[in-house]
Each structure stands twice: as C-alpha cells, then as structure tokens.
Nanobody
C-alpha cells in the first residue's frame, strides 16, 4: 500500500495551492481518502475527507470550510485538495490518508506528507 502526496510549497497569505494524492498497491482498497495536517509542535488534525459512496461526498474540518475543496477519483484512488485564501496558520505538513471500509470506517494509513508554508 502506498499513498503519494504532492503539490506542497511556499506561498503567501491569500494565495492558492492544490495538493494531490494517489493510492496504489495490489491490495489497496478504501471507502475514501482524506487529508490531515500537522503543524510544528501540534497534533495531527483532520482537514478534509472524500468518501466514494453516494457518488462522492466531501466533508471538512471547521477551520477550512469555505476555503478548501476536496475532490476525488475513485477509479484512480486519487484525491485533490484545492486550498484557497491560505493563512499562515495553514502552514503544516499535509498527509493523505486511507479510510477503511466496514465496519470501522476509520483512517488507518498515512503516506508521506508534503510541506505547505504560508508566509505572512
């Protein structure tokens, strides 16, 4: 199982950035994919998720609602995260994660992250 995230970089406050992630591996399966982030000195936190059921459903953490948009491609086991109106507090390492299927529907695997730095 592999999850490869890309697209991080250094941007200024108010800029936009798009992160991408694709899952691969012979036994890779999921009920969806999501994004987490970890800022320096802080715990990892959920950012956004996309589940394949229902034709695709997106959900977000409150701090990013209205600014970030996640989209997914089930056939490619891939998700993207469009981040707009970036703020310095969005600075973190962003990780893509796999959401398992029934019965737990939990995130169980995180790939290597990509660093996003937002300067003020």
């Amino acid at each position: 199982v592999q999850l490869q995230a890309s697209g991080g970089g250094l941007v200024q406050t108010g800029d936009s950035l798009t992160l991408s992630c694709a899952g691969s591996g012979r036994t890779f399966s999921s009920s969806g994919l999501g994004w987490f982030r970890q800022a320096p000195g802080k715990e990892r936190e959920f950012v956004a998720g996309y589940r394949w059921s229902g034709g695709g459903v997106a959900y977000y953490a409150d701090p990013v609602k209205g600014r970030f948009a996640i989209s997914g491609d089930r056939a490619k086991n891939a998700v993207s995260l469009q981040m707009n109106s970036l703020k310095p507090e969005d600075t973190a390492i962003y990780f893509c994660a796999r959401r398992t299927g029934p019965p737990t529907y939990e995130y169980d695997y995180w790939g290597q992250g990509t660093l996003v730095t937002v300067s003020s």
